[in-house]
């Protein structure tokens, strides 16, 4: 599935998630995008690079956070996650991003700030490919990025928002303020 727009892709802001992606390594390896949305000005990606898993996170091009395992995934079936502890007390904070395959961890880092109000404004959630600019510089030489193994499913999981109801509105006059500009 590619080009999903935000509004119809699920709400990974101010919010604890876990992406998971299983996949089949063929004889020789792969690589390629999992899951990304957003892209070169703001996103996430989990994708596997030269065989290693990946998972980068672009706040608006200010910052960029990733975790990458050491090893290259042998051929076969695999789990791949990543599972986000948000630290709430408000919005636009950090948390522990950990990355495990197969249950054992292969890689943890502390993302210090997250999106608090909007991902992009014109780039999709995709899984599989990165159709539009990519979330990493990575793999800018090899767009779409499409994954040369066998995607076999991805699942995002969602946290509950744990947001005050001063941070809820601010939320909300940020999302009308994105679709006035939109129009």
Request: with cysteine.
């Amino acid at each position: 599935m590619v080009r999903i727009p935000e509004g119809a892709a699920p709400d990974i802001k101010n919010k604890s998630f876990r992406l998971t992606a299983e996949v089949e390594i063929p004889e020789g390896g792969a690589q390629g995008m999992l899951v990304t949305q957003g892209g070169r000005f703001s996103g996430y990606g989990l994708y596997l690079l030269a065989g290693r898993p990946v998972f980068h996170y672009n706040l608006a091009g200010v910052a960029r956070y990733q975790v990458a395992g050491n090893d290259q995934l042998p051929a076969g079936q695999h789990t791949i996650v990543v599972d986000f502890k948000y630290d709430g007390g408000g919005i636009g904070k950090g948390g522990i991003a950990t990355l495990t395959v197969d249950g054992r961890k292969a890689g943890e880092g502390r993302i210090e700030r997250t999106l608090p109000f909007r991902i992009s404004l014109d780039e999709t959630l995709d899984i599989g490919e990165d159709t539009g600019t990519p979330v990493s510089e990575d793999y800018v030489e090899q767009m779409p990025f499409k994954f040369t193994g066998t995607l076999k499913q991805v699942v995002i999981n969602i946290g509950q928002e744990k947001l005050n109801s001063k941070d809820t509105r601010a939320v909300e006059e940020a999302r009308n303020l994105c679709e006035t500009a939109r129009q």
